[in-house]
């Protein structure tokens, strides 16, 4: 892979090690442990999402750093656990279990302006 990021070349690139990490627990988290939020999407559309987000996040380590790579994994970490934390259960919806699961796809829906 890259050394060096191509846009900064004095910061060092995302090594092929860390993407592998990144994915292996991406994937555990996605389909172990947070399996119920998403049980009413399709398995293939499901790595699709998995396969987009952890290739943008390989381009943007090999283009701007590894920086650049962990500080939108910690970003996004820190949308999860607002999301989860803080904005479901203001909705009524518990954000560890998705209960009421209908409820949860309500509220879903209406984030994306389908609703």
Known sequence: MFERAVLFPSLT???????????????LAYFVVFNKFEKHVPT???ITK????V???TIVGILFSRFAFWGMIAL?????????GVYFPKHGVNG????????????????????
Do not use: C, F
């Open 13 to 27: 690139a995302v090594s092929l090690t860390e993407i592998l990490i990144v994915l292996t627990i991406a994937s």
């Open 44 to 46: 293939k559309r499901r």
């Open 50 to 53: 998995l396969a987009i987000v």
């Open 55 to 57: 290739g943008v996040l």
């Open 76 to 84: 996004m970490t820190v949308g999860q656990v607002y999301l989860h």
């Open 96 to 115: 560890w279990t998705a209960e009421p699961y209908d409820k949860y796809l309500e509220l879903t829906e209406r984030m994306k302006g389908n609703k």
